[in-house]
């Protein structure tokens, strides 16, 4: 049972470049949720999910576009990166279906992004 | 919209002193509040949780109550260990149906030997 991986774990970037950063849950999780990671600014949420097919905006969304074509997999796209995508990127996913197990999200290792 | 402000850090202790980060929220309703902890170079982990008015979390010697007439959740513990120094957050998890969390920006705590 892996929880929540994140694939890569660093990346650089140039400005104008595009990538993908995969996050896979084995816990059979429905609510999964992409946050950026800046210092002095805590977490703060880009998108999220609440089941297989479905996508929302968070905080932050501009700049980003998501997939959750699995249950398991929850994908964060930037299609055109700026430097001011350099963060760290968190994955999170909750909600087995289970009462007591409501809200608690588990996160991943994250991913370093650096774009130059 | 909801929000959580704490303590600003960084917070340095000595081994065995007294804990406290202080954590309040501005929410419509009744949030469940957290607090997370982030060891250096991991993701986040969750310390403990509480659901409703007057509830304590705990856990690994770690208290928070949910204080609804102050809006509060402070954390404390009582004697803070080396293995305690990480950064941590203080979260509430809005009832619309996505139980998105909201985070507070963190607190680092450093103790030293």
């Known amino acids: 049972n892996a929880g929540v991986t994140q694939t890569p774990k660093f990346r650089v970037l140039k400005t104008g470049q595009s990538m993908t950063l995969l996050c896979a849950q084995d816990m059979n999780h429905e609510y999964m949720y992409w946050y950026r990671q800046d210092p002095g600014m805590g977490l703060r949420l880009i998108h999220y999910s609440v089941g297989e097919g479905t996508t929302a905006k968070g905080e932050v969304p501009d700049g980003y576009n998501v997939s959750r074509l699995k249950k398991q997999n929850f994908l964060l796209g930037l299609e055109s990166a700026a430097p001011s995508q350099t963060s760290v990127y968190f994955c999170?996913?909750?909600?087995?279906?289970?009462?007591?197990?409501?809200?608690?999200?588990?996160f991943g290792p994250g991913t370093r992004l650096l774009v130059l | 919209g909801n929000s959580v402000t704490q303590m600003e850090g960084p917070v340095t202790l000595s081994e065995e002193a007294f804990l406290t980060i202080n954590c309040t929220y501005t929410?419509?309703?009744?949030?469940?509040l957290f607090w997370y902890v982030q060891y250096p170079g991991e993701g986040l982990q969750l310390l403990l949780k509480a659901t409703k008015a007057d509830d304590k979390g705990s856990n690994k010697g770690f208290e928070a109550t949910y204080r609804k007439e102050t809006t509060s959740f402070h954390l404390e513990k009582g004697s803070v260990q080396v293995s305690d120094s990480a950064v941590y957050f203080c979260a509430l998890s809005e009832k619309d149906g996505s139980e998105k969390l909201v985070f507070g920006k963190g607190t680092k705590l450093t103790v030293n030997p």
């Open positions: 929410a419509t309703g009744y949030p469940s």
């Open positions: 999170a996913s909750s909600y087995s279906g289970l009462a007591q197990q409501l809200e608690t999200q588990y």
